[in-house]
């Protein structure tokens, strides 16, 4: 297989960059997170939201993802990355780990106030969760919730489910 050893799904807070870069660093191999690439080219992603609009963000997600999914390593996406058909139909050919966590887990790593999706708190993030999550359902290689053990023990186990294969 081509591309990336792994890539990254889930919803905001279910960390995903911070277990991305665990498993990356434990195997030897590069780390890309999607967000960080857009931040990094085009600035912060609520500026991108508010001044462009989603759809714009979208289209410059759709085009990241579609970089990093031809590199190595462990890839991690932004939560709303899998709404994009073109992206859902790439990540087809890939191993997808599918972070969940628990509304009551992830309220308190919300709190940046940099999600801009989010800014309504708590319920904004379950609706949000809810609307996509048969999305990442149907993506996913295997799930890990995150919701309680520490990231340590859950990068351990992706690993490990990783070298399985």
Partial sequence: MSGPLAVFVGPMGSGKTRIGKRVAAALGVPFTDTDK????????IA?????????????????????ALTGAGIVSLGGGAVLDASTRELLAAHRVVY??????AVASRLGDGKRPLVRGGIGDWQRIYDERKPVYESLASVT?????LPYDRIAADVVTWLEAR
Avoid: K
Wanted: aromatic residues 8%; glycine residues 4%.
């Fill in 144 to 148: 890990f919730d995150t919701s309680r």
């Fill in 99 to 104: 972070l969940t966590i628990t509304a009551e």
């Fill in 37 to 44: 690439v857009i931040v990094a080219q085009h600035g912060p």
């Fill in 47 to 67: 500026e991108l939201f508010d001044t462009h609009g989603e759809p714009h963000f979208r289209a410059l997600e759709r085009d990241t993802v579609r970089e």
